[in-house]
């Protein structure tokens, strides 16, 4: 992508804010996408995400799951229902054609129905849990991060007798604030689809971390975080940062990438090393399109990111959020 088709995009899109609230300024905005080149190496996500959830609220806008859910209610009705609308949206299209559109979006819906009524959440038995422990491949880790866990933690996990108690770190990653509580590096069972997206059975079942498990809770995109970074003043590196990346930002990309992102490769991933979260760039706001993942040894802030963990505590409890 030429460095010209960047520039006038930027020149075409309106800096007034207003104009997303005036018809024409939005109409020219929604014919005229971001080049690739701006979205860098998360595109992959940002893209995914973006078109996934328009999906979703096109099937569900037209017919939707939750008022089928009474087990009285069978594919019939959906398919009814949902032809009816296809009717009426596109009634100069020839018949068969709408026929076969609405038996599609059909088993689209019919499927988001066979998930919620399966919805329950799976309390992991004991039997399940050493499972999880003894299938990982080498040291247990955190799913998404990489996180070792500590053996207190898993004679925790495992509801062992133990004296040893799950002890949190004296400092703690001022980019992901893991170790402010005795849960973030505690051992829990993560559904990794949510339960409330209809996630279910053992192989949804994996190990996390505590803060990833909270950070992650029933997001499934992107988009379901805040638009903007929450704000806060503090030292990374030479530089004042402003902002701190969302924690479902960090955990998303972590999930999605499991692995360190190094110019010149790496074969550190989750399954066998840590994983952390930074920047590209220190005059980018921490956002998805200006965070990479790093394994330790690559860690651009390896040296500066650890704060004692009462003065992280101090900045992420004061943390300002902006909605928008």
């Not at 032809?83 to 059909?106: C, F, H, S, V, W």
């Not at 309390?123 to 849990?129: D, G, L």
């Not at 925790?156 to 799950?166: D, S, Y």
């Not at 690559?298 to 990111?305: E, L």
């Amino acid at each position: 992508m030429s460095l010209a088709r960047v520039s006038q995009y930027v020149a075409d899109t309106s800096h007034d804010p207003s104009s997303m609230w005036r018809q024409d300024d939005i109409l020219a905005l929604s014919k005229t996408p971001p080049p690739e080149s701006m979205l860098k190496r998360n595109d992959i996500v940002l893209r995914a995400d973006a078109y996934a959830l328009w999906f979703r609220w096109f099937i569900e806008g037209l017919c939707n799951p939750l008022c089928y859910i009474d087990e009285s209610k069978t594919i019939l009705d959906v398919f009814v229902d949902t032809k009816a609308r296809i009717d009426n949206l596109y009634a100069n299209e020839p018949q068969d054609e709408r026929g076969e559109l609405a038996k599609r979006i059909t088993k689209h819906v019919m499927a988001e129905v066979d998930r919620h009524r399966q919805i329950m959440r799976i309390n992991a038995s004991k039997e399940q849990k050493r499972e999880l422990i003894d299938s990982a491949i080498g040291a247990p880790r955190c799913w998404m991060c990489g996180f070792a866990f500590s053996q207190a933690a898993i004679d925790k996990f495992l509801l062992k007798a133990t004296r040893n108690e799950v002890v949190t770190p004296q400092f703690v990653d001022i980019l992901r604030p893991r170790g402010l509580y005795q849960r973030d590096v505690s051992i829990e069972v993560e559904h990794i689809v949510p339960v409330a997206a209809g996630g279910g059975g053992a192989n949804n079942l994996a190990l996390a971390c505590g803060w990833c498990n909270k950070s992650k809770g029933a997001r499934t995109s992107i988009y379901d975080a805040g638009a903007r970074a929450p704000r806060a003043t503090f030292r990374l590196g030479e530089h004042t940062w402003h902002e701190l990346p969302h924690p479902f930002w960090t955990v998303r990309l972590l999930a999605m990438r499991r692995r360190c992102e190094h110019i010149d490769g790496c074969a550190a991933t989750a399954d066998n090393s840590e994983l952390f979260i930074a920047p590209a760039d220190h005059r980018g706001s921490p956002n998805p399109n200006n965070l990479h993942i790093y394994c330790g040894a690559h860690d651009p802030y390896a040296s500066s990111r650890f704060y004692g963990r009462e003065a992280a505590r101090k900045i992420w409890n004061g943390r300002k959020r902006v909605s928008g």
